[in-house]
């Protein structure tokens, strides 16, 4: 595995190669991205990982601050894998140049997670397209726990006319339910019960308003989720994944999507 922390050294490296698999990271490296960088090394191509705590997508400073890092621990486990490129570039080496491309923002980045977290997928668009011109990828990996994350990158790599290949992986969880996040490691023991619980209870709600749609009743499950212990719950919205419109009928097929804080730790999810 090589290691490049400079654009220009990289990219002569993979000149060379017939094209690269790209799994973007933010560190704090989980079974959800082994299974992306698995995913990748299936292509043939050169997979490429990077570990870029991006601060242009917290909205709040201390949120950036305690977000996990253990760049020694992730580098172990990219050697273990058999990755062939790691980046972990500096603040300047993204940020120090004018992108060809403008970002596109669908419009459905307003809604969501985007209500609650202003400039965030502003600050996320606006890196992914950095690092889709440096490094040009055939394909990118993406998760579907941050659905409305892949989805808005999707329709920026349409409207752009960019030849990259997004692919969708399925969401990887713990054995408890709770989808794994890099955050999930700054939750104690009682908390990680609490995340549990209100995944075993929200699954259960989903099969049930299949079944009758009269059972969504928003604020009486946001009630159900303070008391098994949310401290905040941002939303709790049901869409279709295709066409991202609200559902009216839930016999159709829809995705419940939330986003809540045990104590200072924010969660999301969709199931
Ligand atoms: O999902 C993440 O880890 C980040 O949002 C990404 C795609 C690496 C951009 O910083």
Same mark, same amino acid.
């Given at each position: 595995?090589?290691?490049?922390k400079?654009?220009?050294?990289l990219?002569?490296?993979?000149?060379?190669?017939?094209?690269?698999?790209?799994?973007?990271?933010?560190?704090?490296?989980?079974?959800?991205?082994?299974?992306?960088?698995?995913?990748?090394?299936k292509?043939?191509?050169?997979?490429?990982?990077?570990?870029?705590?991006?601060?242009?997508?917290?909205?709040?400073?201390?949120?950036?601050?305690?977000?996990?890092?253990?760049?020694?621990?992730?580098?172990?486990?990219?050697k273990?894998?058999?990755?062939?490129?790691?980046? /972990?570039?500096?603040? +300047?080496?993204? #940020?120090? %140049?004018?992108? &060809? =491309?403008?970002?596109?923002?669908?419009k459905f980045? *307003? @809604?969501?997670?985007?209500?609650?977290?202003?400039?965030?997928?502003?600050?996320?668009?606006n890196?992914?397209?950095?690092? /889709?011109?440096?490094? +040009?990828?055939r #394909?990118? %990996?993406?998760? &579907? =726990?941050?659905?409305?994350?892949?989805?808005?990158? *999707? @329709?920026?790599?349409?409207?752009r006319?960019?030849?990259?290949?997004?692919?969708?992986?399925?969401?990887?969880?713990?054995?408890?339910?709770?989808?794994?996040?890099?955050?999930?490691?700054?939750?104690? =023991?009682?908390?990680?019960?609490?995340?549990?619980?209100?995944?075993?209870?929200?699954?259960?709600?989903?099969k049930?308003?299949?079944?009758?749609?009269n059972?969504?009743?928003?604020n009486?499950?946001?009630?159900?989720l303070?008391?098994?212990?949310?401290?905040?719950?941002?939303?709790?919205?049901?869409?279709?994944?295709k066409?991202?419109?609200k559902?009216?009928?839930?016999?159709?097929?829809?995705?419940?999507?939330?986003?809540?804080?045990?104590?200072?730790?924010?969660?999301?999810?969709?199931?």
């Open positions: 595995m090589k290691i490049f400079d654009k220009h050294t990219q002569k490296e993979i000149l060379k190669t017939k094209g690269i698999s790209f799994v973007p990271t933010m560190g704090g490296l989980h079974e959800g991205h082994i299974s992306l960088i698995k995913q990748s090394k292509t043939k191509l050169k997979t490429l990982v990077s570990i870029f705590v991006n601060p242009k997508q917290f909205n709040k400073k201390s949120d950036f601050k305690s977000y996990p890092r253990n760049t020694k621990k992730d580098i172990k486990q990219l273990k894998l058999k990755i062939n490129y790691l980046y /972990i570039p500096t603040f +300047k080496d993204i #940020y120090g %140049f004018k992108p &060809k =491309k403008k970002v596109f923002l669908d980045s *307003k @809604k969501l997670c985007g209500k609650f977290r202003k400039g965030h997928f502003e600050g996320v668009l890196v992914v397209n950095r690092f /889709i011109e440096i490094i +040009k990828p #394909y990118i %990996f993406l998760g &579907k =726990k941050d659905y409305q994350q892949l989805y808005l990158i *999707k @329709k920026h790599i349409e409207k006319k960019i030849k990259s290949k997004i692919v969708e992986c399925k969401t990887i969880r713990e054995n408890n339910g709770i989808a794994c996040s890099s955050r999930n490691s700054n939750l104690n =023991k009682n908390q990680i019960k609490i995340a549990s619980n209100i995944f075993y209870y929200l699954r259960n709600l989903k049930k308003i299949k079944k009758n749609n059972l969504f009743k928003v009486k499950i946001k009630e159900d303070r008391n098994l212990g949310a401290t905040k719950i941002d939303y709790l919205e049901n869409y279709n994944t066409s991202f419109k559902i009216k009928k839930l016999n159709k097929k829809f995705n419940l999507f939330f986003a809540y804080y045990i104590k200072n730790t924010r969660l999301i999810d969709n199931i």
